[in-house]
């Protein structure tokens, strides 16, 4: 360190002498330019027309006639837009030097250039020739580093180049941070500093507002469907704490828990595990699976909880059906189950679609046939006991008709049970 | 009666030879001094001497004396104690018709030998008039003249999205004005300065506002014309030698040699590049060296060395090298470059030398087509200085833009115009390149209108998506009115949810209404709008010259 502090002060000694002799050189050897008499008006007049009239007023030289015209554009086939259609001839036409010298640089040959030649020189790229004012200036800032998409569009520029108004765009950053480093500190829900999130804001927002954030949540805890568009506070209570949070449904969801009436989570002593039974998408609908031997098919599913488990027990609830349907079994009046003597075993003869007609299959054919359309009691016509029935009572063959009919029949005998167990079916 | 035929045929036959007068209106365009000039000269067959019948309005005749002519002017000398009459006068001038006898006896008359010119005269064009020489005066010499403009500058920005809305409002009045010799001794005095206001209200913010007023130029320089030997300026100015080190509070001199060599340098303040304009921090002195080749500035080069201290301690140490190349009309090839050198006491970068800016453009502009290229390389420079907003040391120590653009165009007809652009960037997390073509007709409905229409496509690291736009431009007597609609369909690509795709639509009207020859007025509006934007611009610009 202490050698480059020497060396320093040398190197620029030299560069001093350097330029120093070069000046002197100049001043000595080089003869210096000088005021020419024969240079005439400040504007060259060589091509001009000899009538003088023709643009000066009579008495000074320095007045143009009110009523001059000249066609700049015809003349000298160099046309004058904008402002410099109005412009008085010696902005351009001085002696500061020929103005070729000038026009060969474009614009910069008479207008300063306040981005100091970092925008190269074609000026018109960006800018009006009346005003000066930048053209389309959002639309060809797609041609950048930042295009000005979404809200950025009518931000003003001195938002984000504090030089604008000087012209000085030189060296703006393009990441977000850059310029909403502010945003970034002020925020408190979420406090983005304390909880460390990125200063990339592009990676939680969209350009076109900071609502609704989409923010990358960790992978142990996705934010899907119901907890998606949820403010952080909604589950990070404690604030600007974002870790250490459990990722346990009871940890936030204990509420909902204990408010659970249909059926009382607390009663039936369900588990905290919401997951065993709901998904993330909405508490109103569990996926819960009823327990295997009693599945909730057909006419069982989408019931409430408490339709079946009064009384808010959900232990020891009986599967048999009689539990919950007695009152249709003794309700049931065609056939009446009751007198007919079935069995309070509904799914004997019922499945859990609906109650319709049952599909009990009745032993001895009663569809189709000659014992087809019949009515119950037609047969079962004890009314002590419908489940006994007769095959002689209702059949339309006579006693003395069958005799004859079985006289050949060894065992023959017309009763009932005779008739069946030689027609179980019907059949001759 | 025969006697009488001859003798007026003899009389018809003289009056056919000899020369005839004739009457001739004339009048006044201006007076001056002792002089009157009147609208004919040659034309009418006015000659020096002769006598000229003026009749003043209010007065009586006047009998001016014509000195000297043009073909389509003359200077009359008014006789001494006559007032000279108003322009606009009319009068009679008693002119003789030459007939072509003299003309012939003119032609054939000896003309005596001139005796030998001893005065140079510049080379002479044998295709222009030949004039009068005429005589220059020194800066000195000349009166006072006054010019410059006014401006006043409104625009209104609000994003209105949802229920929230940011307005950005920005006012700017000001001034520039150019002084030639106020103090006689053909110096020329530039002030430039503005005040401005700007308010940002946003939602759950505190609104900002903020008045600032500057002073952008206010500088007296001498020997400002090409010729002068010695060029001198002091004030706050901006440097026409080496405007690579920006504004500058102090002075600066150079010296211009035959050849086109101009060497200087120069001493001060360097203001902050920011509206403010604090200046004081920095100092510096900056020498230069350029050379033009001629007129046309074929080659012209340029190369300058600046050294700065900020509070005191040491700062940059820069190098500027400025070129240009024009091989023909057509063709031009610039350059230019800041090279800093850094010392030991940078920490940042370290010892060394750096290509900080570098900036190349080469230009082909024929009467019917042309084409571009423009390259730059940008670093940021280690300056204690506050020249670059938002800087941290990792963009200091790696930060680096790169940036290629391309374009061409054609018009195939005084009407027809197309223009192809293609622009890459380059930097150390991102790139994109866009391209666009358009197409432009002019004289549509009436002279002066115009429509044009574009497409474009840009893929960027923020977003990217194809576009269109389409203008229409309209003369109403001065007045111009242009219309634009522009969408644009773009996807924001590496969110968190994936890509996700917006279609933009912005659409625009501007306004420019000259009045009289030195005050202009331009109202412009635009607003956006389309998948979650909704925002508007309008604001005007008033300048009145003098």
Redesign the interface.
Known sequence: ?AN??QR?PRR?GR?VMA?WL??VA??NF?????????????VP??????????C?????W?TIKPDFVYDHEAETGVPLDG?HE???C??CH?????V??YA??GCGGCH???H???L???CSDCHEE??W?PR?A??EH??????L???H????C??C???A??G?F??????CR??H?ADYA?TAVPNHTAVGFSRQC???H????WQPA???HPGSFPLSLGHGGLTCAACHTTPNVFTGLSSDCATCHTDEYTAAMDPSHPAAGFDLQCEACHDTRTFSRALWQHPAGFELTFGHAGRNCGECHTGQVYVGTQSDCASCHLPEFQAATAPPHVSLGFSQDCEQCHDTRSWGSGNWDHQFPINGGDHGGLDCFDCHNNPANRQLFSCIDCHEHTESQTNDDHDEVTGYTYTTAGCYSCHPTGDN | MVAFARFASVLLLVASVMAQEKVVAVQV?????T???L?H?RDISLQVGDRVALFPPGAGQIEVVVRSL????ARAEVPPGVALPP?GTRGEATVVIETATERRSRQQRTVPEHPPWTRQL?PH?PQ??L?????????EE??M?I?GRWFA?G?W???Q??S?S?D?L?G?TGLRSDVQNAFGVGERTRIAGEF?E?R?LLDD?RDETDQTA?L?LASVAFG???????GFEVGRF?S?HL????LLDGAEVV?????G?R?G?GAGAYPR???A?DSGDDVGVH?F?DY?SD???SFAAAAG?Q?TWHRGAPDR?LLVA?T?W?PSRAW?I?A?AKVDLY??SDSIKG?GVELT?L?T?V?YRAKTAGA?V?A?H?T?PELKRF??????AE?VAD?A?DRI?VNGWWRPSPKWSLRVRG?R?E?N??D?T?VSASADVRDVFSAGSSIGISA?R?E????SGP?A?IYLQERFGAARVRL?Y?W?R?T?D????GD?T?T?Q?ASASV?L?IG??L?V?F?G?R?FG???D???VGF?M?W?F
């Open positions: 360190m480059e502090k320093s620029y560069l330029v070069l000046a100049c001043v080089v003869p210096r330019q000088g005021w020419d008499q024969d240079t005439g008006p400040v007049h060589d091509s001009f027309p000899a009538d003088c009239s023709l000066h007023v009579g008495g000074d320095h402002a109005n412009a008085a010696l902005l001085n002696d500061r030097g020929p070729a010298q060969a640089r300063a250039d306040p100091l030649t970092r190269g020189a074609n009346r005003s004012y389309a959002i639309a797609d041609r950048t580093r930042f295009p998409i979404g809200a569009a009518a931000v003003a001195f938002r180049h504090a030089g108004e000087v000085n030189a060296g703006a950053p393009a990441d850059d310029c480093g002020r592009r990676e939680c969209l350009p076109t507002g989409r923010f990358d | 365009t201006a007076a001056t001094g002089s009157v000039y609208n000269g043009s073909h389509t002017s322009v510049t064009d222009q008039p004039l009068v020489p005429t005589f220059g005066q020194r800066p000349r009166p003249h010019r500058f625009q920005n609000r994003d999205r949802d929230a940011s950005y920005l700017r401005r700007r940002i913010v500057r952008d400002t014309e090409g010729y002068a030997p010695v901006l026409p405007p690579e080190i920006g010296l211009r040699y035959q050849g060599v060497v340098g590049p920011f509206p304009r020498a060296i033009t007129e046309r500035r060395v050294k140490d400025r240009e024009r031009s610039l230019n010392s030991g010892r800016e900036l453009q230009r571009g423009m730059s940008f940021w020249e670059y907003q938002f800087l941290s963009l930060g833009v653009s622009d960037f930097d997390s991102r994109g866009s474009f840009s960027g690291s923020y977003s576009g736009r634009t522009r644009h773009y924001l590496a969110l968190v949810t996700e917006f933009r912005s420019s000259p020859e030195r202009d331009d412009n635009e956006w998948d979650g934007e925002a508007f611009a610009y300048q010259r």
